[in-house]
């Protein structure tokens, strides 16, 4: 009977051993997993919020409109400051002039995401820009555009 306690008591302390040794890498896939959630979800809020402000630009040309309109949408994620409009043709070159219907527009802003809970374990951060257009469909004046 002893000997059978003494092979619990044991089993429990290679339980515990076992579990310090799989706990860190248990825990960075989970803070893992958490971060790229949340990242991955203010990215598309931010592709979301860009795409938006592109369709509104093909309507108007009132940059500061723009930019706060995208802004309200990104929520807290950037400041209006951060939006650039531009304009494009349909092959992609960028227009300094004037537009007309069918070009394109583009509304674009900056993704930067430091992994909160990742940093203490050597992970970086991303720096990104996203961006959303869509074609115009009316002629814009002055295509030089806003933003940073």
């Known amino acids: 009977?002893?000997?059978?306690?003494?092979?619990?008591?044991?089993e429990r302390g290679q339980t515990l051993v076992e579990f310090a040794l799989l706990a860190p890498v248990i825990f960075l896939l989970l803070f893992g997993i958490i971060d790229f959630g949340l990242m991955l979800n203010h990215r598309i809020t931010l592709e979301h919020?860009?795409?938006?402000g592109a369709r509104f630009a093909a309507v108007t040309t009132d940059c500061a409109a723009i930019q706060q309109r995208t802004a309200e949408r990104a929520g807290d994620i950037i400041s209006q400051d951060e939006v650039t409009v531009s304009y494009h043709e349909p092959d992609g070159a960028p227009i300094t002039t004037a537009a007309t219907a069918g070009d394109e527009a583009r509304v674009s802003a900056p993704f930067e995401w430091e992994f909160p809970l990742m940093t203490r374990f050597g992970v970086g951060s991303i720096d990104a820009e996203v961006w959303g257009s869509a074609p115009l469909e009316m002629a814009v004046t002055d295509a030089g555009g806003c933003g940073p």
């Open 49 to 52: 919020a860009v795409r938006e």
């Open 1 to 10: 009977m002893a000997g059978v306690r003494a092979k619990v008591a044991s």
